[in-house]
Each structure stands twice: as structure tokens, then as C-alpha cells.
């Protein structure tokens, strides 16, 4: 099982739609327990650059593998 990105910073930002904690949208928290292995994987990649673009700092773990 791949670790979830959160982190306990569940904040979504008003003007992105992003978490503050961990950069996804409310649809992707809503849709993890449901997303494959791949699809999580694919997700976790792109958090970090999503995050800086959108001036916020990755605030966990991009690395993690199976828990």
C-alpha cells in the first residue's frame, strides 16, 4: 500500500483549491482509497512542482514507498 501524502495540514487553499498540506485537490483526498497503486504513484510525482507553482513548499516526503 502506498502512504497517503497527508500530513495533518488539511487547509485547502480558497483562491487553488489545494491542500496546504499536501497539495492535492478535494477530489484527489476524496479519490485516494480507490486509486490504484500506479495512480497514486503518478499523483505523488507531481505534488511537489504543483506545489511550488502554486508558492507553496512540498511539505512531505515525495519518496515514500509501500508502506
Do not use: V
Not at 10 to 38: D, F, K, M, V, Y
Amino acid at each position: 500500500m502506498i502512504e497517503s501524502p497527508c500530513n495533518g495540514i488539511c487547509q485547502l487553499h480558497p483562491q487553488t483549491g489545494l491542500c496546504r498540506g499536501c497539495g492535492r485537490n478535494g477530489s484527489e483526498i476524496a479519490a485516494w482509497p480507490s486509486l490504484s497503486r500506479a495512480d497514486r504513484l503518478s499523483l505523488l510525482k507531481l505534488l511537489p512542482e504543483r506545489m511550488r507553482g502554486a508558492g507553496m513548499k512540498p511539505s512531505f516526503n515525495k519518496d515514500r514507498g509501500d508502506a
